[in-house]
């Protein structure tokens, strides 16, 4: 049985530089036929992940392409293995799960570095050092490489299912895999679905942008030079952002415990439960900005609204179809955005009927919907997961 989450945020920043393109510029979309702020979703779950690590105890994981390199290898060493052997059982060790999933050359011999960037979970990676080791304490490098070759072929499922059978902490992927997915080409890990979608966040309104002129004085050359030492400029943006979430729970909670999706309501709840509520407050709370000292771009959320169901999610983006007109009729603009959101989802009621089982929100603003009480965060939070998964 299908269950989802969806969670509706607008929050409000000042002149900043939260998202570049890569000429520097802010980014933006067409929305509507008008110009709109945009801020990508990838930014977004990378400074989500980075502050839920930080809170929780649950793994995390390491992408890069020197996960051999800098971590297996230094850890070895450090343990008392020598350098020279510890890097010959690491590139047997590699090479051997890259080869067994179809994939040569993948890793480099004299540097351990692999083609591409790859995301290990720290399970997996505490799993490799484990092989590693105990090949090591072997003493001869012969039989090291031989016991290796005999644990990869105990086993002839992906590197994954290896490490799940050694009984490891869930999630093995690493937290951010369980929550964003971990897309690969090959056998050499399993592919984890994303059970978190995050759209790209757009202002409610027309794009406002501006040119910053700014210039550097050179301190020893102060009584030498009238001008500056250096000048530039920076593009940036004011704005009030609507964001959207959805989360496929059952895959949350398999990503996180292990179990079948399909088994999820008799599962362990506990990691999920946690996670959601992280999730809900980064959301609010976590600004995906750039120019951290020239703009100091954090804001809080002013308006969330969450929503439980086993219906297909979906966005209230359209309720900015039409650009909001900041300060029309003196009005306040973020007042006018959330007026715009209840009243775009009266009308999808009454052309759908109400598909969401559960609906609460916190709000700093009127809600439109007088059936609809605005909450404390954390309450409105607690009560949409006691609807999700029950008392």
């Not at 570049?20 to 979309?29: E, F, N, S, V, Y």
């Not at 039989?143 to 290796?148: C, F, G, N, Q, T």
């Amino acid at each position: 049985m299908s269950m989802f989450l969806q969670i509706h945020f607008l929050t409000s920043y000042h002149a900043t530089l939260l998202n570049r393109d890569d000429a520097g510029l802010a980014k933006r979309i067409v929305f509507g036929g008008a110009p709109r702020l945009r801020v990508s979703s990838q930014a977004q779950k990378r400074h989500w992940r980075e502050w839920l690590t930080r809170q929780t105890e649950l793994p995390s994981g390491i992408r890069s392409r020197h996960i051999f390199s800098r971590e297996l290898k230094r850890r070895l060493v450090e343990s008392g293995i020598d350098e020279e052997m510890a890097h010959s059982l690491i590139f047997h060790l590699a090479n051997g799960i890259f080869r067994a999933a179809g994939e040569k050359d993948a890793i480099d011999k004299k540097t351990l570095r692999m083609n591409q960037p790859i995301f290990f979970g720290n399970p997996e990676i505490n799993y490799m050092f484990t092989l590693l080791k105990e090949a090591a304490d072997l003493g001869d490098e012969a039989a090291a490489k031989a016991h290796l070759d005999a644990r990869l072929k105990s086993n002839k499922q992906n590197f994954t299912a290896m490490v799940r059978s050694a009984g490891l902490q869930n999630p093995v992927e690493g937290l951010e895999s369980a929550l964003f997915g971990r897309f690969v080409t090959s056998d050499i890990l399993s592919r984890v679905d994303a059970p978190v979608h995050v759209a790209h966040a757009f202002t409610t309104h027309a794009l406002e942008t501006e040119v910053d002129f700014f210039t550097v004085v050179d301190d020893l050359l102060q009584d030498d030079e009238t001008g500056a030492a250096h000048a530039n400029d920076t593009e940036l943006g004011a704005g009030i952002f609507y964001g959207y979430v959805a989360v496929d729970v059952p895959l949350l909670v398999s990503n996180l415990t292990g179990c079948k999706s399909s088994d999820w309501k008799e599962a362990d709840h506990d990691a999920a439960k946690e996670v959601l509520n992280l999730l809900i407050h980064a959301i609010a709370t976590v600004s995906p900005g750039a120019k951290l000292g020239a703009t100091a771009p954090y804001a809080r959320a002013e308006c969330v609204v969450l929503e439980s169901g086993t219906a297909q999610p979906r966005s209230l983006a359209n309720a900015f179809l039409r650009p909001i007109r900041p300060g029309a009729n003196g009005r306040h603009p973020m007042e006018q955005s959330v007026e715009a959101l209840g009243e775009y989802l009266t009308k999808l009621e009454g052309m759908y009927g109400k598909g969401e089982e559960k609906r609460v929100l916190s709000t700093l603003h009127p809600w439109p919907r007088p059936d609809e009480t605005p909450q404390p965060l954390q309450t409105a939070i607690d009560s949409i997961l006691e609807s999700v998964f029950g008392g």
